[in-house]
């Protein structure tokens, strides 16, 4: 009978052992779901940003500009009334969400308002939050999606992939006609587009100014738009390294770029390939035209490095308006992903050439010259302006017939032909 008490009270003992065991587990899960109760967000959103429909620049301030002042307006969108209305027509329907049961979504023409004012000036996503309203994190999710439907929408109207003959010859006309260089399909140059270091990058991104880049190169035609872009390469590379490993250059070389049959400069008949213009950094080839190496250089060739540099000048004056009018450009750390800088880079150009070919006409900030064809710098020259892609030239061995093609253009501008007047004032 001992015994069997005995073993009633162990059983009894485990049994309260149990039962405090599951009250200890009961009392933690009880716990946890305290702290996760109090750590519930109790509304979506501060209130101060729920009036933004009210308060925001959007509904405010942009109505008052297009009502009272619209050059203001293009100023603060960097497009007008009228241009913006079409955006939000064409690109509206690719940033467009659904309504759900949550919350009603943000208006196509927000987005873009916030976007344009973001590519116009540069500003933080938290800045940006307290003038449109509009929370910085839901801001930084969407302006990706924007610039990326920018891109999709324009590109096809303002760069398009593929050029005719018929096209490269009125780019060369062009350039003939304005900068008095003949046969130039468009100048080549490279910046640098400074972004935020990546984990685990290295010195890959790390250019030779001491911070962390992509490279932009870029071909303009003489009306300072864009024919061909590329925002692929690290920052530790030159100008002339990204153009040496691009489509660009492999098309060109195969023959596939759509370049005219050679014709023969105005007033001679002997037939001359159609080519690029660059820097000293780039090869030189009977499709890429630069200028003669600065050591002991004589009169003619003084002459020709002169009329290069003339027509070369587009293409810095396109990347001085383009980072003028788009400073987000001038420092893109505000994105973690090298993706969205690319995105941000190209939306960028597709804008600038948009406006170039919707208000036509030498911009009012670039390099123009006097009366006397003296240089009259650009305003944009004074302003803040991109990190040129320089540094070493990599392996390039002049070609014996892109020499002899640069000695024959070399020898037209001191001819009767194809001399300008004021040539010998500029040396």
């Not at 497009?79 to 509206?92: P, S």
């Not at 060109?252 to 023969?264: C, K, R, T």
């Not at 302006?385 to 037209?412: C, E, F, S, W």
Request: aromatic share 10%; hydrophobic share 40%; glycine share 6%.
């Amino acid at each position: 009978m001992a015994d069997d008490r005995i073993r009633e009270l162990e059983i009894m003992i485990r049994l309260i052992d149990i039962e405090i065991i599951l009250a200890r587990r009961r009392e933690g899960r009880q716990e946890q779901a305290n702290r996760r109760r109090r750590r519930r967000r109790q509304v979506w959103t501060r209130e101060w940003l729920k009036e933004g429909s009210c308060f925001g620049q959007y509904d405010t301030l942009l109505h008052e500009l297009n009502r009272e002042d619209p050059r203001c307006y293009k100023n603060f969108l960097r497009v007008d009334a009228d241009l913006f209305q079409e955006f939000v027509r064409r690109v509206g329907p690719q940033i467009t969400k659904k309504t759900t049961n949550w919350r009603e979504p943000l208006d196509p023409g927000l987005k873009l308002a916030i976007t344009l004012r973001h590519m116009a000036t540069g500003a933080t996503f938290r800045e940006l939050m307290y003038s449109f309203r509009v929370a910085d994190n839901t801001i930084s999710t969407f302006i990706p999606t924007v610039l990326e439907a920018i891109v999709d929408t324009f590109q096809a109207e303002v760069m398009p992939p593929l050029i005719e003959p018929d096209e490269w010859r009125e780019v060369s006309t062009r350039f003939n006609t304005k900068w008095n260089f003949p046969h130039a399909c468009g100048a080549l140059d490279g910046k640098h587009i400074p972004i935020k270091a990546s984990l685990n990058s290295g010195s890959l991104y790390h250019n030779y100014k001491g911070f962390f880049s992509l490279i932009l190169l870029a071909l303009a035609d003489a009306d300072y738009k864009f024919i061909w872009v590329s925002v692929a390469e690290y920052g530790s590379a030159s100008d002339c390294q990204v153009f040496n490993e691009s489509e660009l250059r492999e098309l060109v070389e195969g023959g596939e770029l759509g370049f005219p049959d050679p014709e023969p400069l105005p007033g001679l008949t002997e037939n001359l390939p159609y080519f690029f213009l660059g820097d000293e950094a780039f090869p030189l080839r009977t499709w890429m035209m630069k200028p003669y190496s600065r050591m002991g250089l004589g009169h003619d060739e003084r002459i020709f490095n002169y009329r290069l540099s003339r027509a070369r000048r587009v293409v810095e004056n396109a990347f001085g308006i383009l980072a003028n009018k788009f400073q987000c450009l001038l420092n893109a750390t505000v994105y973690k992903k090298t993706e969205s800088v690319k995105s941000l880079v190209l939306a960028c150009v597709m804008l600038h050439n948009l406006l170039r070919i919707r208000y036509p006409g030498v911009p009012a900030n670039a390099d123009h010259d006097d009366q006397n064809h003296a240089l009259v710098p650009g305003v944009w020259r004074e302003e803040s302006q991109l990190v040129d892609a320089g540094g070493h030239a990599g392996r390039n061995v002049d070609h014996n017939l892109g020499k002899q093609q640069r000695n024959y253009l070399r020898d037209y501008f001191m001819s009767e032909a194809g001399s300008v007047p004021w040539q010998e004032q500029m040396i």
